[in-house]
């Protein structure tokens, strides 16, 4: 299985909600009552997206990188079948 790095950003919205989202996957985005929901939802959410282009033989965008096993800050690691 290949882990991959993807940059994330986020905001509390005007309800206490968090949304995060990934801008290197078009559509991929996630909210959560807590910050740790909204990312466990939006790694849910990346891992969908990154198997559906691997299956599809579509090229991971650039800004993807393979996890190198540091701790990671602002960046979500998404576990993919290889």
């Known amino acids: 299985m290949a882990q991959w790095v993807l ?3 986020g905001r509390q919205t005007e309800s206490g909600q968090f ?4 801008l290197l996957l078009p ?7 807590t910050l740790a929901e ?7 959410a990346a891992h ?3 198997s559906y282009m691997r299956e599809q033989h579509i090229p991971l965008p650039a800004g993807i ?4 096993g540091a701790t990671l800050h602002e960046e979500l690691l998404v576990d993919v079948a290889s």
């Open 27 to 33: 559509g991929c985005h996630a909210e959560g009552a």
């Open 38 to 44: 909204a990312l466990e939802s939006l790694q849910d």
């Open 65 to 68: 990188r393979p996890a190198s």
């Open 48 to 50: 969908l997206v990154l």
């Open 19 to 22: 949304f995060v989202q990934c």
């Open 7 to 9: 940059p994330v950003e």
